[in-house]
């Protein structure tokens, strides 16, 4: 049999009708019959197929049974999915602010001015439009004179500050002290030297505003505290918090090292400033 003969078969075989007959078996009496093609069965089949599959599409789309599927959220867990998305873009939005927060007061630390300063300024001010205020040098001379004369007369006093007088501060590090505080050689801290690798410990309750390496002074870390009373701790082998940690009275803060390049060898360079001035930490504090 050749190829076109076997087409012509084929094609004869699906055009050829057959019946199809349901019988009750007790009578023998014709219930139901209907007359059919191969071609007729394979298009009800197909339609029949496409309908199933597109109900079943209905189904799973628009109707609750989708969540009975393995694999498939519930609507309780896709609220929780979407509350969560919420929450981790503010979390992410309130740690920019407050890494910008903490970087201006690095940058101000440092002696410089944050750079948002320069972005906000308003360039398109014409030189003729600005306004100059004279003043007299000389005065602002014997001004700043007279402030660090005050400085240095209430560093001499040995009374306390009244404003700080009450405050219970712990003891940073228990040791001998090698260097004492002293304006006069621009020395504004206390050294101390204690046992090797003594632990340092925060003086108040605070939060740290910088935990990190500089070249002069190794190791450091500054803590702000209430009353506008700012510790700082240098020459550290290592820190054992950071940036933006929130810290009690008398937690372990870093080890006692010999970091940084203004070194003499293993202790702890402690100072103490209130409102922006160097204090005497003897004064305060039982080393």
Avoid at 15 to 25: A, C, E, P, V
Avoid at 69 to 88: D, E, F, H, M, T
Avoid at 256 to 282: C, I, R, V
């Amino acid at each position: 049999m050749n190829r076109k003969e076997l087409r012509k078969k084929i094609f004869q075989m699906l055009k050829d009708h057959f019946r199809l007959i349901i019988y009750n078996d007790s009578t023998i009496q014709t219930v139901w019959s209907i007359k059919l093609t191969p071609i007729k069965v394979l298009t009800l089949g197909s339609l029949g197929a496409i309908l199933l599959i597109l109900f079943t599409t209905v189904i799973i789309a628009y109707t609750p049974l989708r969540e009975n599927i393995p694999g498939y959220p519930s609507a309780k867990v896709r609220q929780q999915i979407l509350r969560n998305y919420i929450l981790v873009d503010s979390l992410e939005n309130e740690i920019k602010t407050r890494d910008n927060y903490l970087m201006k007061i690095k940058t101000l630390f440092q002696g410089e001015v944050p750079a948002e300063e320069f972005m906000g300024a308003d360039t398109s001010l014409k030189v003729a439009q600005a306004k100059f205020r004279s003043f007299n040098a000389d005065s602002i001379f014997e001004d700043k004179l007279l402030e660090e004369k005050n400085y240095l007369s209430i560093q001499q006093n040995p009374k306390r500050l009244p404003s700080i007088a009450n405050i219970h501060f712990f003891t940073p590090l228990r040791g001998l002290i090698t260097n004492k505080f002293n304006p006069k050689t621009d020395h504004l801290a206390v050294d101390i030297v204690g046992k090797e690798n003594a632990r340092i410990s925060n003086i108040l309750d605070g939060t740290v505003i910088f935990a990190g390496w500089t070249m002069d002074t190794g190791y450091s870390i500054f803590i702000q505290h209430e009353s506008n009373i700012i510790s700082v701790y240098k020459h550290n082998a290592e820190l054992l918090k950071a940036v933006g940690d929130k810290v009690k009275s008398g937690d372990v803060i870093a080890i006692m090292g010999n970091s940084g390049e203004l070194t003499t060898g293993p202790h702890l360079h402690f100072e103490l400033w209130h409102n922006g001035t160097a204090l005497d930490p003897e004064t305060y504090i039982d080393f």
